[in-house]
């Protein structure tokens, strides 16, 4: 008995896994070569880090022309630590 609980358990998984391997493939888009999916990611991680290296740049002069902290600039605007 155990055995074939096993099997049922094992050919449901592996139906799930087929099911979600169909959903990623139709958000990625069918056939889509991985390569240019990474390229893309790191084209536009590369964007955003030098979109925040900007502003980072600008916080502290944004802080003294408002006397305040940066610390306080980040909280005016939302930002996080992590930010």
Request: net charge negative.
């Amino acid at each position: 008995m155990h055995a074939s609980t096993s099997a049922k358990k094992q050919e449901a998984r592996i139906a799930a896994l087929q099911e979600e391997i169909e959903d990623l493939q139709k958000t990625l888009g069918e056939g889509e070569d991985a390569a240019k999916i990474v390229s893309r990611h790191i084209k536009l991680l590369h964007q955003y880090n030098e979109a925040k290296d900007a502003a980072q740049v600008r916080i502290p002069s944004l802080a003294t022309n408002r006397q305040m902290t940066i610390r306080q600039v980040h909280e005016d605007y939302g930002l996080t630590d992590r930010d």
